[in-house]
């Protein structure tokens, strides 16, 4: 196999080399000293003083030259200089293909080496690492096989350092045949009879890759902790899990310790695969063994115990690292927010800044997620500050967090400001932002960024369908919703998901499509799970079809009897329709069961401080100013024409308590205490977590424009932006 031919880089002069000076001259020893302490060389002008002296002292530029040019990242200068050497000595091709390798010049590192094998200069020990380390750069596994050759050939196999350099070169290799075949363009590739072929061969590619690591180690006649490491690390990241594992007892069997970067290797195994078992055991290797204390084992140790949601030992092994750094610190925030705790997460990021730990990209991407969940838009707006004096706006993992986190935290036009601002934005942020739509309202605006996503940024995956068509479904768009569903697979070869059929049902549902609705998750080529039937259920509330609601009740009882959600739906339909003892019937239920129903609440934040209330809650110190102002409101909105909806009280009482009842739902009283607490014309931002009721949603139509503010609700389902006595979900929810 031969190897690809490099050309050495072209310069628009030649440097012609003049004969030497005597050896013992003044300037000689100058130089001498110079190359000796290069350190006092800082700048490029300095250096090319240097290299003219060295023209006129010394036959051929010293290999410290080249050194020098690469500490001051000049490495077109030293590249010049070397290829107007007619003949470079051993020590110069060295210096010149460590410093482009290292540099990221890995083709000029390359052709270095051809012309170092043509000119039959010698190799030295320090060459063929960094010959090995640009081949897996460039990703080429055809000329790494050649250099391989070469190796056996040559006898260099058995140099120690050249062997563990190519076991790392073939572990990258089989790696990056790996990303590329399952990447976006890969996966295109693959449609198609061309397509399945070439996936054929970039397996293959891959197979020959992974053998090749094998057989390399297998004859290696010394092998360290490096050439365990680097295998077990291969073995690993290409997917082999239960093979890493047995190499680890093998590197023990031969009187190898496993050290820091060993089981920073395997940790990753257990954590992907929530083996919390396995992974403690590994905990205890490392505590016996003094590893705990190390950063990388740390962080390795609190992702695992993330993913395995053990937040208390997570915390404990964060808690005992003597000096956690960056990684250490954003590791356990990520791992609080990923497990709900989003207050402790935002806690801990206020005390690494406290402690003057600078934030890295993905310390936004894990903290944007807690401000989205609780809502704290002003905290949210301060973190995007941060952002744009840090210079992370243009990071786009950054940029999707921040969309995301506006989205849901209701301005879903700012949302829109970051997007537009994006100097690439991908499917990620896409998709944010068609949810976002989906959400807030607009959804042919939904429809026209997913449109545009199909034509300028990529394929669509399986999570902006989700977006699409929920974006249907909140705007009653049947024919579209039914287009698009259809195109997942027609179009893009992508097989409908659980979710998918859900938002697709939720749509026949909310259309009023019972039947339809109730044949299309009947038919579904996987099985329907509860929550797929409790769409169903709930659009059953909505269009107040008892004995519907009763048929997909018992469908939903045969997957999970101990279903809350089902009960407490049926227990409100039997109740709206005035079936009162069928519906005391299903609490009794739900009593013998140990099932509690659980409690409506809303939140509000105002002057960054969260205001929590639940129906006729009187604990809050301004009780009895909003009911004041609520009294006022009622009063106001009677004249405007609004008549309580008391179908949503769901008791068997007069109506006058119903209509007393429904003046303290938890919603309308965050809402009197936001008018109350703010100054006019402030939008109003409430959170609940459960669905709006009807009369609510009636009631806060009319205080909207009695008090000429825009209030803005985010319930289970969506948001809803009240103004001028309207609402954005055009009543269809």
């Known amino acids: 196999m031969q190897a690809r031919e490099f050309s050495p880089p072209t310069s628009p002069r030649r440097i012609i080399y003049p004969p030497p000076m005597l050896s013992n001259s003044p300037i000689t020893s100058l130089l001498d000293s110079l190359l ?39 490495v077109s200068d030293a590249l010049l200089a070397f290829s107007a050497d007619p003949s470079p000595s051993s ?54 096989a050649a250099v391989h050759g070469f190796l056996i050939r040559s006898g260099w196999i058995a140099d120690f350092f050249t062997a563990n350099a190519l076991l790392n070169m073939y572990c990258k290799l089989s790696r990056a045949e790996d990303e590329r075949r399952n990447s976006p363009a890969g996966a295109m590739g693959r449609d198609g009879a061309n397509g399945d072929l070439t996936s054929f061969r970039s ?3 891959q197979g020959s890759c992974l053998k090749s690591v094998r057989m390399v180690f297998d004859e290696m006649p010394e092998r360290d902790v490096v050439s365990w490491n680097t295998l077990i690390a291969g073995t690993a990241e290409n997917g082999m899990y239960l093979e890493a594992l047995d190499m680890v007892k093998g590197m023990s069997v031969a ?26 055991e590994i905990h205890g290797f490392a505590k016996r063994h003094a590893l705990d204390s190390d950063v ?82 002003h905290l949210g707006k301060q973190l995007h500050g941060y952002v744009i004096r840090g210079g992370f706006n243009r990071n786009v993992f950054v940029s999707s967090s921040l969309v995301d986190m506006y989205v849901k935290c209701g301005n879903v036009h700012i949302a829109r400001r970051v997007f537009d601002g994006m100097p690439s934005p991908d499917i990620v942020s896409c998709t944010a932002m068609i949810m976002g739509y989906a959400l807030h309202g607009p959804a042919q605006e939904a429809l026209s960024l997913f449109r545009r996503m199909e034509m300028e940024i990529g394929k669509p ?103 809350m959600g089902s009960h407490v739906l049926m227990s409100n339909i039997y109740s709206a329709a005035g079936r009162w003892k069928e519906a005391a019937k299903v609490r009794m239920t739900m009593k013998h069961k140990g099932m509690r129903k659980r409690p409506a609440y809303s939140w509000i934040e105002v002057k960054n401080e969260l205001h929590a209330f639940m129906a006729h809650d009187k604990s809050h110190p301004w009780y009895d100013k909003i009911m004041k102002a609520l009294e006022v409101l009622t009063e106001q909105m009677t004249r405007e024409g609004y008549v309580p909806n008391t179908e949503d009280v769901l008791h068997d009482v007069e109506e006058e308590q ?35 009721c009807v009369d609510c949603h009636t009631a806060t139509k009319f205080i909207s424009k009695i008090v000429g503010r825009e209030i803005v609700v985010r319930d289970l389902n969506r948001f809803h932006h009240f103004r001028d006595g309207e609402c954005s979900c055009k009543d269809y929810w």
């Open 296 to 377: 990388f084992i740390g962080s390795s140790l609190i992702d695992m115990y993330a993913n395995c949601t053990n937040v208390d030992y997570m915390c404990r092994v964060f808690d005992l690292l003597p000096n956690p750094d960056a990684i250490s610190w954003n590791s356990t925030i990520a791992g609080l927010v990923q497990n709900a705790m989003f207050d402790e997460g935002l806690n801990l990021f206020r005390e690494m800044l406290l402690l003057q730990i600078k934030p890295m990209p993905v310390t936004f991407s894990s903290i944007m997620p807690a401000c989205a969940h609780l809502t704290r838009l």
């Open 203 to 205: 397996m293959q590619v």
């Open 91 to 144: 020590s110069c091709y060295a210096e010149v293909i460590r410093c482009s390798t290292a540099r990221g010049l890995f083709d000029h590192s390359l052709s270095a080496f051809v012309r170092m094998r043509s000119s039959g200069t010698p190799l030295g020990h320090a060459v063929l690492p960094s010959v090995l380390k640009s081949c897996a750069a460039i990703r080429d596994p055809h000329l790494g």
């Open 36 to 74: 000796r302490c290069p350190s006092s060389i800082q700048t490029r002008s300095q250096a090319q003083q240097l290299h003219a002296l060295l023209l006129k002292s010394h036959p051929r530029p010293s290999p410290l030259l080249f050194s020098l040019y690469s500490a001051l990242a000049l």
């Open 255 to 280: 009187g190898l310790k496993p050290d820091s970067f060993t089981l920073s290797s395997i940790l990753p195994i257990f954590a992907e695969h929530v083996d919390y078992k396995k992974g403690k």
């Open 461 to 563: 995956n399986h999570v902006a369908f989700v977006a699409v068509l929920t974006a249907c479904s909140h705007a009653g768009l049947v024919d579209e919703a039914w287009e698009y569903f259809h195109k997942m697979s027609k179009n893009y070869g992508l097989t409908p998901r659980l979710e998918h059929y859900a938002a697709v049902a939720d749509l026949l549902g909310r259309a009023g499509k019972l039947e339809e609705a109730y044949d299309f998750i009947s038919t579904m080529h996987i099985k329907p799970t509860a929550s797929v039937w409790s769409t169903l259920l709930a659009a059953s509330r909505v269009h107040k079809n008892a004995k519907f609601a009763e048929k997909v009740s018992a469908k939903i009882l045969e997957i999970e009897p101990k279903d």
């Open 658 to 692: 119903k209509r007393h009842m429904l003046c303290g739902h938890s919603e309308r009283l965050a809402i009197a205490f936001g008018i109350i607490s703010t100054p006019p014309g402030t939008t109003i931002r409430v959170t609940k977590n459960l669905r709006v």
